[in-house]
C-alpha cells in the first residue's frame, strides 16, 4: 500500500500512522465520560444532547444504547468486549466518523406537507427517457426507474406517433434519438413510483398527437395506473392539493386537447382563425414566447430546440374531435396553459384558477430581468417549470438557483448528465428526508405591504455565519486503486469548501495540500456569513494536487446549509454522477453564529469540521523513512476479526545478474545516452538503428539532461519481447497463414448466443483478416439475416455487418480482409446480396477480372486498403440437398439436434437451404468471387488436385484434416502452395472452443479459422501466432511449405531457445488484494513451454516447465532458466502462464502470453501478460531473458 516503485527495486516509501482521534474529539470524550477511558449509553446521550444539539429522538437513551450496540457488534466481534457495554475514545471515534450512524442531515421527512403543491420545490427531470445526449442517444425505461429510486417526483415523456401513426412512441422529436413504447415507461413509473418516496409522482406529458390517439393515450393510463391515478374534483382547481393528500397517487399534467380549448377560447369570443393563428405559432411547451431568446440566437440554437419543450400540433388536426377526446382531458389533473399575448400576461394570476406554465432558461433570465415581480408572485400560487435550452445538446444543464430564488417548483434537470449544477440539484433534495418536495422559503410565499417580493440582488445583511472546520478525511484506498491519482506516491489531496445560493452568499476557499497521505490531516477553519442561509448550499470537494495536468477529481458532496446538524459530523462523498463512494468521507464539524436574537431561538451552534480517519484492519500498512532502497513494508490481511497475519515482500534484492548489469550499464542505477546504447548495442545485441528508434521513443523522458533508470528502461513498453522487422508482403496470398474467424458474428455459444456486430469489430480491431458471414433468409424471405442456421441463435442484419466491415476493416491493419460467405440463399437474394456488396464497399471491394484469367494470387501488398469475397459460384451451391442436410433436416424434425449438429461436421460450407430456386447462374452475385470456394465431393484427391491455371479455396473440418493429413499430407502442403485451404471446428464444440492451431500451419493451411468469442490455450495459441509481422494479421509461411520441398523432416535441432524468468510485477494495481486470497498475498509460479511442429502429432500437450512456487509475495521473484531445443523455430510459439497456488481448490489464473519464437528479440526483456480473452493488462509483466543458441554439430 505505501510501497510505490519507480523502478522494480528502488521504491519510494510513505509512512502511514494511524490517524489519532482529533483534539475536539479527545476533548469531548474526556468531558463526557466519568474516567475518560469508557463512555457509556446514557453518557453518549448527553453528548449528543449537549454538544451535538440533537433533538430529542436523536438524543434519547435508546438511540444512545443503539449505537453503542452497534459500534461495539461491528469493531469487535468478541462478547467480552460487546458485553461492556460502554464506548472506548477508539470506538467514539469510529462513531463520529461513520456516516450510518452520524450523518451531517436528517433522514426522515420533517417538514410540513399539507399546503398546496406550489409551496414546494419538486424534484423534476427533463426528458426522462434519453440514456444520454440529447440528439443521438437511445429512448429507453432504463433511465426512468434511476431517476424515481434517486426520488425524482416528476418525470417527462414526450408522446410522438410511431410510422403507422397507430401507436405512440417516446423519443425526443426531430432527432436521432431511437423510441422506446409509452406502454413500457408507464409500467417501469408504476412499478418504481414510490420505492423512494410515498409522495406523489407528476407525469408531464408532451404531446404531438391527434386526438385519436390522445384517446389511445388516455386508455393506457387509466389501465396501467388504476386507482393509483388522481383524477381532479373540477376542471378548474383554485388550489393545489397538498403532497400529503396525494401520497401514493399518480397526476398527470399537460395541455388540455385541442377542442377543450377552442371550447374555452369560443367562450372568451375568439374566432377559429386567430385560434390556428395563435396554435400554429406556439413551438415551445406551453408558450410561444419562451422561445424568443433563440429566434435572435444562433442557427444551431434553433435547429436543436428542445423537442420535448415544444407544442408542434400540426394544423391539419385542428378540425379533428374525437368523442373520446375528454376522456384525455379528464386525466388533467395540473393543466398547463396556453397564455396569449406576451410574457407580461403569461405571468397573471388568476383568482379562481391555477395552473402550470414552462419557461425555457433564457426565457426565465429575460423574464427575471423585466419581470421578477411577476415571476414571484405567480409562483407563490401557480406552478413554474424551467427546462433547459435546445443547445445543450450533451444532456448539460443551467444553474438551478435562479429558478428555485424566484419560486420555481419544477427546474427540470437532465438527470443522465453530471457537474456542479446537478450536483447542486442532488444537495437540494437531500433536504426534508430526501422525499423528493421540499418546501419553499416563507420569503418566497410572502408579499410586503407594498406588494413587494424578495429581490435576489439585494445587499442583505448576514443573519448568520457558517463556521467549517475541517479536520481530515479516509477511505479513497478502498474506493481507488493505490495508482489511481499518482503512480508514484499517494495522493496530495486538498479541499476546496464553499457555499452556493444567493449572490451575496456565493464563496469558495481551500484548505492547504497534505502531499503523499490517504489520510490526509487538514485541521482548518472557515466562516462563511450566510444573507439567506434558507436557500444557501454547503459545497465540499476533494481533489488530488497534480503539478503537470489537471488536479483529479477524489469526491463531492452539496448539502443544504438549513438542514445541517450542529456538531461533528462524517460527511460522505459521492463520484461526479451523484453516487456515493462506499468508503470515502470526511469529519467534519459545523457552527452556526446567529447575528439576531429572534433566529437564535431556532438555531444552536453548529461547528463544520474535516478529519482523517483511522486505517480499518482489513488493510493496514506500515512505512519506515530512510534512503535505502531495501526498506521496510509491511502488508496486513485479516484473519479473524481484528487478527492480523502480517506479510513483508521477498523480491527487494535482484538477481546477481541483473546487479552486474546495472553496475555495468548505469552510475547507480541512471544510464546516461551512452550508457544507454552501449546496453542495446551490447548486450541487448540490438543495431543501431534499433537503438536510435528507441531513442527517439524515450525524447520523452529528457535522457540528455536526466538520463534513465535501467530498470525503468527493462520495464518499459520500449523494451518489447518481439522485434519489429516485417515480412515480405509480396508474395501471393497463398504463402501467408491469415488470421481467420469462424462464425464472426456469434457472442457465445454456437447455439444459443445472439448474433451481432459486436463480436466483429472486436475482430477487426484485434487484427483478424477472414470473416465469416453466414447468409439465411429472413422469415418473410425478402431480406437478408447473418445467423447460425437451425440453432437457436438470434439473427443480425446483413446489411449492419457490411456497414462495420467498411467502417473498421483496416483499423488495425491495412492488408485486405476476406470476408467468406456461407450463403443460403436463392437467386433473388443472392443479386440482393450484391447489390448490398457493391454499394456498401464500392472501390474497396476486390473484383475479378471479367474472364477470370488470373492463374495465381495475389500478394497482401498489392491488395492493400481491399475487401475480398469468397464463397461458392451460385451454380455450385444450387443443388439438390444432400444426405447430410437430410439428415439434419430429420432430426430437427425429430428433436434430435444434437445428432443433428455432429452430421453438420465436415459439411461447414456443403450444407445448403432445402427450398433453394435451382435456376442458372447469378453473373451479377458470381462477379463479386475473388477466391472461389470448390465443393469437396468424392475422393479428397480429387478436390486436391493442383490445376496450374487458376487457384481455389477448400474447406475441411478439424476431423477431415486430421484424417487427410494421415493418408494425403504431402498433397495437401503441396495443394497450399498456390491455393486456399480452410480449417474450421467441428460442430459439437457448442461452447466455441477451439482445436489445436498447429496440424494447419503444418500442412500449410492459410485459414485456420477459430471461435474469437472463445478463450483457451488453443485461442492463445492463435494470438500468439498473429502477433508476429507486426500484427498485421498476415503471416509469411515458412520456406519449406512455399517452395514444394516435399522431403522436409525435422530432424535436427535448429536453436536452442534459453529463457530465464527473473521476476513480475503488477498485480497489486490489477487485482484486489484479496483478490487470490482473503488471508495471505499471492504463491505465485510460472509455466513456460514451446508449442511447435513436431507436437501437431502428438495427442498430448507439449511439456510444460514450472518453476518453484514463491509464497505471500506480490513481487514474485524466481530467477530460474530453461531451455528448449527447436526443430522449426518458424512455427514455434513461446507459451508462459502464471498462476496461483492454491492447495485447497483450483489454482488461480494470474495471466498468460503466446510469442511467436522466430521474433523474439535477445536479451533482457519486458513481457507483458494478458487475460484470459487475450487483452492485455495494464500493469502486469515478467522481467524475462531470451537466448537463442545454434547447437554445435
Not at 670 to 685: A, C, G, K, P
Not at 980 to 990: A, D, N, S
Not at 1041 to 1062: A, M, Q, T
Not at 1076 to 1087: E, G, L, R, V
Request: proline share 5%; net charge positive.
Amino acid at each position: 500500500m505505501g510501497n510505490y516503485r519507480v523502478c522494480w527495486c528502488f521504491t519510494r516509501k510513505f509512512k502511514i500512522s494511524e490517524a489519532e482521534p482529533p483534539t475536539d474529539v479527545k476533548e469531548a470524550f474526556k468531558k463526557y465520560s466519568d474516567d475518560g477511558i469508557h463512555m457509556t449509553a446514557d453518557q453518549l446521550r448527553r453528548f449528543l444532547e449537549d454538544y451535538q444539539g440533537d433533538n430529542e429522538h436523536d438524543s434519547s437513551i435508546s438511540e444512545a444504547e443503539r449505537i453503542v450496540e452497534q459500534i461495539l457488534h461491528k469493531r469487535h466481534h468478541l462478547a467480552k468486549f460487546i458485553n461492556r457495554k460502554a464506548l472506548s475514545l477508539e470506538d467514539f471515534h469510529h462513531f463520529l466518523f461513520s456516516v450510518d450512524l452520524n450523518p451531517p442531515i436528517r433522514s426522515q421527512v420533517h417538514q410540513d406537507m399539507t399546503a398546496p403543491l406550489s409551496h414546494y420545490f419538486i424534484y423534476t427531470g427533463h426528458n426522462s427517457y434519453l440514456t444520454g445526449n440529447q440528439l443521438s442517444s437511445k429512448c429507453s425505461e432504463v433511465p426512468i426507474i434511476k431517476a424515481l429510486k434517486r426520488g425524482v417526483r416528476v418525470i417527462e415523456l414526450d408522446l410522438w406517433p410511431n410510422s403507422s401513426k397507430k401507436h405512440v412512441h417516446v423519443l425526443h422529436g426531430r432527432t436521432l434519438t431511437s423510441p422506446v413504447e409509452l406502454l413500457r415507461c408507464l409500467k417501469a413509473i408504476k412499478e418504481y413510483a414510490f420505492v423512494a418516496s410515498p409522495y406523489p409522482v407528476i407525469i408531464t406529458l408532451e404531446d404531438h398527437l391527434t386526438p385519436d390517439l390522445q384517446a389511445k393515450v388516455a386508455q393506457m393510463v387509466t389501465e396501467t395506473f388504476g386507482p393509483m391515478l388522481y383524477f381532479p374534483e373540477s376542471e378548474k382547481l383554485e388550489e393545489f392539493p397538498t403532497p400529503e393528500s396525494l401520497k401514493y397517487r399518480i397526476l398527470i399534467s399537460t395541455k388540455p386537447p385541442k377542442e377543450y380549448l377552442e371550447a374555452e377560447d369560443d367562450k372568451q369570443g375568439s374566432s377559429r382563425k386567430s385560434r390556428l393563428s395563435s396554435s400554429s405559432s406556439s413551438s415551445d411547451d406551453d408558450d410561444s414566447w419562451s422561445e424568443e431568446p433563440s429566434r435572435n440566437g444562433s442557427y444551431e440554437e434553433k435547429c436543436f430546440k428542445s423537442g420535448s419543450d415544444r407544442s408542434d400540433h400540426d394544423v391539419d388536426n385542428e378540425g379533428k374531435i374525437s368523442p373520446l377526446s375528454p376522456i384525455y382531458k379528464r386525466l388533467i389533473a395540473i393543466h398547463a396553459g396556453k397564455p396569449k399575448g406576451g410574457l407580461k400576461d403569461a405571468l397573471k394570476v388568476e383568482k379562481d384558477k391555477v395552473r402550470r406554465l414552462s419557461l425555457a432558461e433564457q426565457a426565465l433570465e429575460k423574464a427575471v430581468e423585466n419581470h421578477r415581480h411577476d415571476v414571484v408572485r405567480f409562483s407563490q400560487k401557480n406552478i413554474l417549470r424551467i427546462y433547459p435550452k435546445g443547445t445543450r445538446i450533451t444532456s448539460t444543464n443551467y444553474k438551478p438557483l435562479i429558478g428555485w430564488l424566484h419560486g420555481a417548483q419544477m427546474v427540470a434537470f437532465n438527470m443522465q448528465g453530471y457537474g456542479r449544477s446537478l450536483w447542486l440539484m442532488h444537495g437540494m433534495f437531500r433536504a426534508n428526508g430526501g422525499c423528493g418536495y421540499v418546501k419553499k422559503p416563507e420569503f418566497l410565499m410572502r408579499q410586503g405591504p407594498t406588494n413587494e417580493v424578495f429581490n435576489r440582488k439585494a445587499k442583505l445583511p448576514p443573519q448568520t455565519s457558517l463556521k467549517v472546520k475541517i479536520y481530515m478525511g479516509d477511505g479513497w484506498r478502498f474506493d481507488f486503486k493505490k495508482t489511481h491519482f499518482d503512480k508514484y506516491s499517494p495522493p496530495d489531496f486538498y479541499t476546496r469548501v464553499g457555499i452556493a445560493g444567493a449572490p451575496v452568499d456565493k464563496k469558495m476557499k481551500k484548505t492547504k495540500i497534505k502531499e503523499d497521505n490517504w489520510t490526509p490531516v487538514w485541521n482548518e477553519e472557515f466562516t462563511f456569513p450566510l444573507a439567506v442561509p434558507e436557500l444557501a448550499f454547503l459545497r465540499i470537494e476533494v481533489h488530488d494536487y497534480n503539478m503537470s495536468e489537471k488536479d483529479d477529481f477524489a469526491g463531492q458532496i452539496c448539502l443544504p446549509v438549513s438542514e445541517l446538524r450542529p456538531g461533528i459530523r462524517a460527511i460522505p462523498l459521492c463520484n461526479r454522477k451523484g453516487d456515493q463512494y462506499t468508503s470515502a468521507r470526511l469529519l467534519v464539524r459545523f457552527e452556526f453564529i446567529v447575528y439576531y436574537a429572534l433566529r437564535l431561538a431556532h438555531h444552536s451552534f453548529l461547528e463544520l469540521g474535516l478529519t482523517c480517519s483511522k486505517y480499518s484492519c482489513n488493510e493496514i500498512v506500515l512505512f519506515v523513512v530512510g534512503k535505502s532502497c531495501n526498506l521496510l513494508i509491511m502488508q496486513s490481511f485479516e484473519v479473524f476479526g481484528c487478527f492480523l497475519r502480517h506479510f513483508r515482500p521477498k523480491g527487494d534484492a535482484l538477481p546477481e545478474d541483473l546487479k552486474q548489469v546495472v553496475s555495468n550499464y548505469s552510475e547507480d542505477g541512471i544510464m546516461s545516452v551512452q550508457n544507454l546504447h552501449d546496453f542495446l548495442t551490447e548486450y541487448q545485441e540490438q543495431t543501431d538503428a534499433d537503438a536510435q528508434a528507441i531513442f527517439n521513443r524515450a525524447k520523452h523522458h529528457n535522457l540528455q539532461h536526466k538520463g534513465l533508470h535501467l530498470l525503468q528502461y527493462l520495464y518499459s513498453d520500449l523494451n518489447y519481447p518481439l522485434q519489429t522487422i516485417l515480412d515480405d508482403m509480396k508474395s501471393p496470398l497463398s504463402h501467408y497463414y491469415i488470421y481467420t474467424s469462424h462464425n464472426t458474428y456469434l457472442t457465445g455459444n454456437q447455439f444459443t448466443s445472439d448474433s451481432s456486430v459486436r463480436p466483429i469489430i472486436r475482430a477487426l480491431q484485434k487484427g483478424v483478416r477472414g470473416i465469416e458471414l453466414d447468409l439465411w433468409p429472413n422469415s418473410t424471405n425478402t431480406d437478408i439475416n447473418v445467423c447460425h442456421g437451425r440453432t437457436l441463435t438470434s439473427s443480425v442484419k446483413l446489411r449492419k455487418c457490411l456497414r462495420v466491415i467498411k467502417d473498421y476493416a483496416f483499423h488495425a491493419s491495412e492488408y485486405p480482409v476476406v470476408i467468406t460467405f456461407e450463403d443460403h440463399l436463392n437467386k433473388k437474394l443472392r443479386d440482393k446480396v450484391a447489390l448490398m456488396v457493391k454499394s456498401t464497399f464500392q472501390d474497396m471491394l476486390l473484383l475479378p477480372d471479367k474472364d477470370h484469367k488470373l492463374t495465381k494470387l495475389p500478394s497482401p501488398e498489392e491488395l492493400k486498403k481491399k475487401i475480398i469475397i469468397s464463397t461458392k459460384p451460385p451454380n455450385e451451391s444450387l443443388e439438390p440437398e444432400t444426405v447430410d442436410d437430410k439428415k439434419m433436416t430429420n432430426n430437427i424434425k425429430s428433436g434430435t439436434i444434437f445428432d443433428c449438429l455432429k452430421s453438420k461436421e465436415g459439411s461447414d460450407e456443403e450444407s445448403r437451404h432445402p427450398e433453394e430456386d435451382l435456376q442458372g447462374e447469378v453473373p451479377e452475385y458470381k462477379d463479386l468471387i475473388f477466391i472461389h470456394a470448390v465443393k469437396h465431393k468424392g475422393n479428397l484427391l480429387d478436390s486436391l488436385h493442383v490445376d496450374p491455371n487458376k487457384y481455389k479455396r477448400l474447406s475441411l473440418s478439424e476431423q477431415a484434416l486430421v484424417e487427410a493429413c494421415q493418408e494425403h499430407g504431402q498433397q495437401i502442403v503441396r495443394f497450399t502452395e498456390r491455393n486456399i485451404l480452410r480449417v474450421y471446428p467441428k460442430g459439437t464444440r457448442l461452447d466455441s472452443s477451439n482445436y489445436s492451431p498447429f496440424h494447419g500451419w503444418k500442412h500449410g493451411a492459410q485459414m485456420v479459422a477459430f471461435n474469437m468469442q472463445g478463450y483457451g490455450k488453443n485461442l492463445w495459441l492463435m494470438q500468439g501466432m498473429f502477433r508476429a509481422n507486426g500484427g498485421r494479421g498476415y503471416v509469411k509461411k515458412p520456406k519449406f511449405l512455399c517452395d514444394g520441398d516435399l522431403s522436409f523432416r525435422p530432424n535436427e535441432v535448429k536453436k536452442i531457445l534459453k529463457v530465464k524468468i527473473y521476476m513480475g510485477e503488477g498485480w497489486h494495481s490489477e487485482f484486489h488484494h484479496a483478490h487470490f486470497d482473503y488471508c495471505s498475498p499471492p504463491d505465485f509460479y510460472a509455466k513456460v513451454g514451446v508449442y511447435g511442429y513436431e507436437d501437431a502429432d502428438d495427442d498430448k500437450s507439449p511439456r510444460m516447465y514450472k518453476t518453484k512456487t514463491i509464497e505471500d509475495d506480490w513481487w514474485p521473484l524466481w530467477n530460474e532458466e530453461f531451455e528448449f531445443p527447436i526443430k522449426v523455430p518458424e512455427l514455434a510459439l513461446l507459451r508462459i502462464v502464471v498462476k496461483d497456488n492454491d492447495t485447497t481448490k483450483k489454482n488461480e489464473f494470474g495471466g498468460q502470453t503466446c510469442l511467436p519464437v522466430s521474433e523474439l528479440r535477445t536479451g533482457i526483456r519486458c513481457v507483458p501478460l494478458y487475460n484470459k480473452k487475450g487483452e492485455k493488462y495494464r500493469f502486469i509483466k515478467l522481467l524475462m531473458r531470451f537466448e537463442l543458441v545454434i547447437p554445435i554439430s
